[in-house]
């Protein structure tokens, strides 16, 4: 018995490894096309076009005016209605992790634009680049490494907050420590591997992220 | 070589250039001084379209650069821009700084865009420099570093706004010396500037403004020692105490 009983973990330790993976892929597809989509609607936010500006502020609002758990069961029981082909339990909790993240992140991409100093975008264009080539060039590597501490924070969070996904019945860390509950009558140790779980992927990311921020930081020192 | 007519500008109510028309000519160093608030960079910065006017024409090179349809970015190139807060990019190394427009706008090889870059590095004695960050740099350093930037792209004329404005005073005369250079050598050049010194030195023409005019211009002797226009008399007064 104790919490690192070792006769529980041979017996079970194949749900909290199936549920890992579909934590981690979840969270992969969640950031990776949370982000890309997340770009989108920053510029489109920053545009000068009325429509798309308009378009992205409301998403964003409305996605940060809800709870994920109401967007979750909104994509889960909706899409389907609308959908003329069908979509896997898992690939519709992503979706809507992805339009969750998406938001939030195009907040986030938006302010780091924001803190570039005006120069930068004058200097790129007064030398004869267009407006595109100074974002790419310019503007958008500068905003990367200051949203960097942001952005892996958001990612962070959605880790933990793919927990929510276990609800509609997708087999992650959380559903498997449900079901282990469920199936040996004991609460707190399945609960407690699967904290552990959570804690190693974001803590891992986490430091990841940091490295990552230090060869970036590279160029800053002084002499 | 730049024709501005009838430039206006205003920012919302408030009606910052009127009515200038000015014609720059090739090898000429026009110098522009005034006091804050005159105009005087919102007109430098209307000649490369940073500020768009809001009415009247500009015409660089025989092109209407203000007309609707015209892509700015390639006159932008044929003009230089030295900025008072330096602008270097600082994600960049110096040498990445001077060769990134000449590679990606002129289809420059690294190999050719190092070589020019190093040659003018060269000129203003910073070659060593090539490999470091704007970050590591001085004050003064810098802002020749953001000169040679613009050189890079061999431009026609060269735009100072405000050069000298933002450096330490033991590091103006290094900038100074820089422009100088370049004003023997036969470039053309628009400098917004408070170096009276320099305006007397190298400068072919000085425009004073105030309250969005250009009121006073002549050659740099004799404006400085014989202004006719009260204003001019005024702010010569307060600047050279």
Do not use: W
């Amino acid at each position: 018995m104790g919490i690192f009983d070792l006769e529980f973990i041979a017996q079970y330790y194949k749900y909290f490894l199936r549920g890992t993976g579909v934590t981690l892929s979840v969270s992969f597809f969640g950031v990776v096309f949370g982000s890309m989509v997340g770009i989108v609607l920053s510029l489109m936010k920053l545009s000068n076009n009325k429509i798309a500006k308009g378009l992205s502020t409301a998403y964003i609002e409305l996605v940060r005016g809800t709870p994920l758990l109401v967007q979750l069961f909104i994509v889960y029981y909706g899409f389907p209605m609308f959908l003329p082909f069908e979509l896997s339990r898992i690939a519709l909790g992503t979706i809507a992790v992805i339009l969750n993240s998406a938001a939030y992140v195009a907040e986030i991409i938006r302010a780091g634009i924001l803190s570039i100093d005006r120069g930068q975008m004058e200097a790129a264009r007064s030398l004869g680049m267009t407006h595109s080539m100074a974002m790419r060039f310019i503007i958008i590597p500068q905003a990367f490494k200051n949203i960097l501490p942001a952005l892996g924070n958001e990612f962070i969070v959605l880790i933990k907050e793919s927990a929510i996904i276990s609800v509609i019945g997708i087999h992650d860390i959380m559903y498997n420590a449900d079901t282990l509950r469920g199936i040996t009558y004991r609460p707190f140790i399945p609960l407690f591997y699967a904290a552990l779980l959570y804690f190693i992927i974001t803590f891992t990311l986490s430091k990841l992220l940091g490295i990552l921020e230090r060869r970036l930081r590279a160029g800053d020192q002084y002499n | 070589m730049i024709n501005i007519i009838n430039l206006n500008k205003k920012f919302g109510e408030l009606h910052v250039l009127k009515d200038i028309n000015q014609t720059i000519e090739e090898g000429e160093v026009v110098v522009v001084i005034g006091p804050s608030g005159s105009g005087k960079s919102t007109f430098l910065r209307c000649l490369n379209l940073l500020e768009e006017p809001t009415s009247g024409e500009i015409i660089f090179e025989g092109v209407l650069i203000t007309d609707k349809n015209n892509d700015v970015n390639k006159q932008r190139e044929k003009m230089g821009m030295v900025f008072q807060q330096f602008n270097l990019f600082p994600h960049k190394t110096v040498l990445e700084n001077i060769t990134l427009a000449p590679i990606q706008l002129k289809g420059l090889t690294r190999e050719e865009a190092d070589k020019i870059a190093t040659t003018l590095l060269k000129r203003i004695g910073l070659e060593e420099k090539a490999n470091t960050y704007p970050n590591q740099l001085s004050g003064g350093q810098k802002q020749r570093i953001a000169i040679i930037r613009a050189l890079a792209m061999e431009p026609d004329v060269m735009l100072f706004d405000e050069p000298t404005s933002s450096l330490d005073p033991e590091m103006v005369g290094e900038v100074l010396e820089v422009m100088k250079e370049l004003a023997r050598e036969g470039m053309t050049m628009v400098v917004v500037t408070h170096e009276m010194g320099f305006a007397k030195e190298v400068g072919s023409r000085v425009l004073f403004m105030d309250e969005g005019r250009i009121m006073e211009e002549g050659n740099p002797h004799e404006l400085f020692t014989n202004p006719q226009n009260p204003r001019t008399q005024d702010f010569l007064r307060k600047i050279l105490i």
